[in-house]
């Protein structure tokens, strides 16, 4: 069965600590992995999109990387409006998304 | 430019009422969905569409009715509400499946 897992299920940071998100997957058949933002009350918003295992994407402080089974986010030295939850999606045909439960973030000041 | 726009943000509704969600998205995109978002689970696939005209089931798409007459509007109808419909729902568009997606701000529903 097609299965998204992410993990931490939440995670709580003082600015400047850096850590990692994982997303693991069990599909048939990977096309593509994205990682959205979500803030309370609000729709997910898109970071990365990664299609093969090596490849890696930056913005600001995030690092996305992808393997044959699972996805680091990386947040390299973390400020307080890094706060949200982030989700995790897998493309597993041409129609079919599978989001992941998400990792909800907080970092304190 | 509005990006997509769902309407209402908040519904209460009985159980066995009915109703629309509407969505609405500005950008020309081909591919359009509902999902729904619930506590401790991942945003799952209701119903999608990949140009006007066509539609097609997701992961549970039960309970729920979908048309696309036209490439901007993507209704996604509850005929008969039941209390485990409590949720929210979010409206997504892009140009193609596979493509980032752009969602809307979601509708968050009751069913009493």
């Known amino acids: 069965e097609d299965q998204v897992t992410q993990s931490p299920e939440a995670l709580r940071l003082q600015e400047g600590e850096s850590s990692s998100l994982n997303c693991s997957y069990t599909?048939?058949?990977?096309?593509?992995l994205f990682w959205y933002r979500q803030d309370p009350g609000k729709g997910p918003e898109f970071l990365f999109t990664?299609?093969?295992a090596g490849e890696e994407k930056e913005k600001e402080r995030l690092k996305a990387t992808l393997t044959k089974k699972e996805s680091f986010l990386h947040i390299t030295a973390p400020k307080p409006e890094d706060s949200a939850t982030y989700l995790c999606a897998v493309q597993i045909n041409n129609n079919d998304m599978r989001f992941g439960a998400g990792t909800r973030l907080t970092v304190k000041p | 430019n509005a990006g997509v726009t769902q309407t209402p943000k908040f519904q209460v509704l009985k159980t066995g009422q009915s109703m629309t969600l509407q969505c609405a998205q500005d950008m020309n995109h081909e591919y359009m969905s509902w999902y729904r978002q619930d506590p401790g689970m991942g945003l799952r696939l209701i119903h999608y569409?990949?140009?006007?005209?066509?539609?097609d089931q997701g992961e549970v798409p039960n309970g729920y009715n979908v048309s696309r007459s036209t490439t901007e509007d993507f209704p996604l109808r509850l005929l008969s509400a039941a209390p485990s419909q409590t949720s929210v729902y979010f409206c997504a568009s892009s140009r193609y499946m596979g493509n980032i997606q752009y969602f809307g701000a979601g509708t968050r529903l009751s069913v009493l």
């Open positions: 990664l299609y093969s």
């Open positions: 599909v048939s058949g990977l096309r593509g």
């Open positions: 569409s990949v140009g006007a005209g066509i539609t």
